[in-house]
């Protein structure tokens, strides 16, 4: 039991007639200062039914709650403040956290269900930017976050690899590219081939009447038109698979836009057959007034479909392959009316597993307060800031520990996961401009600070000789120690908040406030010299160890013993 329940029970004990365990769970705040205890119980909302100034009934109720549980019960004005029994908590605490090790928060609430997780898909031909990777490490966290709780994640990469683009690109590469430097550098040459296009199309408007020509080539399996697609995506896929193993992010499915070309044409008949789609100007669409959105436009009046077409085959096809509880679109929030008027027009063919479909949307990076844009060349590759985070991990760990064997593989870790931890500790709504020298800050609230404070707990770990023993009690009381304690104790709660909330910065924000606290505890606190609490403090270490590495586990970064 956490404190919070353990304190619901004693009250609801004493006022059972009038509040039900939960309410009573519901009315319990955390006390802005620690001088006002563990837990508060606001009486007011006992006022009515005893008749009583809220002052009166916190004094009275003082006098019947049993104690046995807490140091001492205070009464200030109309609240009753709990202060908890350090000495119990902490051994119990510390006495599962040793059983459990990094399964510690863990639980089964998933039941094994699958839960699709659509998540970073680049474009073909483009390189993976910085506006790529909110989708990715957020999807990935996720991912983890939900393996935690039980759930089956399926992380699916729905690759851009079709579209008119692709005529834009066969187009420039027939006039200006070559095979050469394609080969030397696939996405660096291809990405200058798109740009030039749409700088070059700007004054010659008929280059865009040749690009739709040539992707209707590609769309009527023109040998050539198909053969350069095919050269293209596998490219850019080898490209991005080196990025993907930077952060250690893998998929279970890379289908793309391509996948579901044969597939749309059932959507449309299904839409047909339930009387649901409607001709307006020649294009046929799904009135969606009802839902209050704007209509659905399945089919254009030149017969071409739309990405809606092809979200609603993408869906009906992972129903069917994975059979989801859930479904998640780790996608842009300006995406944000597509996915309501996707989940609306399942709604009106009756599938029904349609509300289990949820977008998960997220902020902009931007660049100087502007969007990244890959048409105007204004693109910030990924690649690039992980290597030079990387060298400047490695400049750091050279200067601070240059004796440190393995340099290069801790400078990756270090580099890449302050990368990772900069975008996940941001609440994934807020959007944020991106600087180089931000990203890659050593010092703060950042993923190398997280970093280190595992690797010096685990130097004193390592100077105390400790071994954990499961059997033994570890009991501290102290005011320093009871801040870690508090913040071990809360780690249930933390995970199930970040997956109910599909918000990785919760755990982030946990990581970094359970790494300050064991910071200010190592300042104040001699923990290895000899007396009867020495144990329990090396324990306490260790809790916080098992825990801050789960933590960065669950955001994709790793935790390295030493720094």
Do not use: C
Request: charged residues 30%; without cysteine; proline residues 3%.
């Amino acid at each position: 039991m956490n404190n919070k329940e353990i304190v619901a029970q004693a009250v609801f004990e004493v006022v059972k007639e009038n509040l039900t365990l939960p309410e009573v769970e519901r009315l319990l705040e955390n006390p802005k200062s620690v001088d006002h205890g563990d837990v508060a119980f606001p009486t007011f909302a006992l006022a009515k039914a005893f008749r009583k100034a809220p002052q009166q009934i916190a004094a009275e109720l003082a006098e019947q709650i049993n104690p046995d549980a807490f140091e001492k019960i205070e009464v200030v004005g109309p609240y009753l403040n709990f202060f908890m029994k350090k000495e119990v908590i902490s051994s119990m605490v510390l006495k599962q956290i040793a059983k459990e090790a990094h399964h510690f928060g863990d639980s089964n609430i998933g039941n094994e269900g699958n839960v699709t997780i659509d998540m970073s898909s680049p474009n073909i031909a483009k390189p993976i930017s910085m506006g790529h990777l909110r989708s990715t490490v957020i999807g990935n966290s996720i991912s983890l976050i939900l393996g935690k709780i039980g759930y089956n994640t399926i992380k699916i990469n729905h690759l851009g690899d079709w579209g008119t683009q692709f005529g834009k690109l066969i187009v420039a590469y027939k006039k200006w590219g070559s095979e050469e430097k394609v080969k030397a550098e696939p996405i660096n040459e291809l990405l200058r081939l798109y740009v030039e296009f749409h700088e070059k199309a700007e004054e010659e408007p008929e280059l865009n009447d040749e690009a739709r020509a040539w992707f209707k080539k590609l769309e009527e399996n023109d040998e050539e038109a198909l053969d350069l697609w095919t050269w293209f995506r596998s490219e850019s896929l080898k490209e991005f698979n080196k990025i993907y193993g930077m952060l250690e992010v893998d998929f279970d499915s890379y289908n793309g836009e391509a996948f579901y070309n044969d597939k749309m044409d059932e959507v449309v008949t299904m839409l047909e057959e339930k009387h649901l789609l409607q001709t307006n100007e020649g294009a046929e669409i799904v009135d969606l007034e009802k839902y209050d959105l704007n209509p659905a436009l399945i089919k254009k009046s030149d017969g071409a479909t739309l990405y809606i077409t092809r979200d609603l085959a993408a869906a009906l096809y992972r129903k069917r392959e994975y059979n989801f509880v859930k479904s998640l679109y780790v996608v842009g929030n300006e995406q944000s009316g597509h996915f309501k008027q996707l989940k609306a027009v399942l709604k009106e063919m009756d599938f029904d597993w349609s509300d289990e479909m949820i977008h998960v949307p997220f902020g902009l990076i931007t660049k100087d307060g502007k969007k990244l844009s890959t048409r105007k060349g204004k693109i910030v590759l990924l690649e690039e800031v992980l290597n030079e985070a990387n060298s400047l991990a490695l400049n750091q760990i050279q200067e601070k520990n240059p004796d440190l064997p393995n340099k290069e593989e801790v400078a990756h870790q270090v580099g890449v996961g302050a990368v990772i931890f900069h975008d996940l500790k941001n609440d994934r709504l807020n959007n944020f401009d991106f600087s180089l020298e931000e990203v890659v800050r050593f010092e703060g609230e950042t993923g190398p600070y997280v970093q280190y404070t595992h690797a010096r707990a685990m130097t004193v770990l390592e100077k105390g000789n400790f071994a954990i023993d499961t059997e033994a009690v570890y009991a501290l009381n102290d005011k320093d120690s009871w801040e870690i304690i508090k913040l071990l104790q809360s780690y249930p709660e933390v995970v199930m908040q970040a997956a109910d909330q599909y918000e990785p910065s919760v755990i982030a924000k946990h990581s970094i406030r359970l790494a300050q606290a064991f910071n200010k505890y190592y300042a104040h606190t001699k923990i290895l010299v000899e007396d009867d609490q020495k144990e329990a403090r090396l324990a306490l270490v260790h809790a916080v160890t098992v825990i801050l590495k789960e933590d960065l586990r669950l955001l994709g970064v790793h935790a390295p013993n030493k720094m």
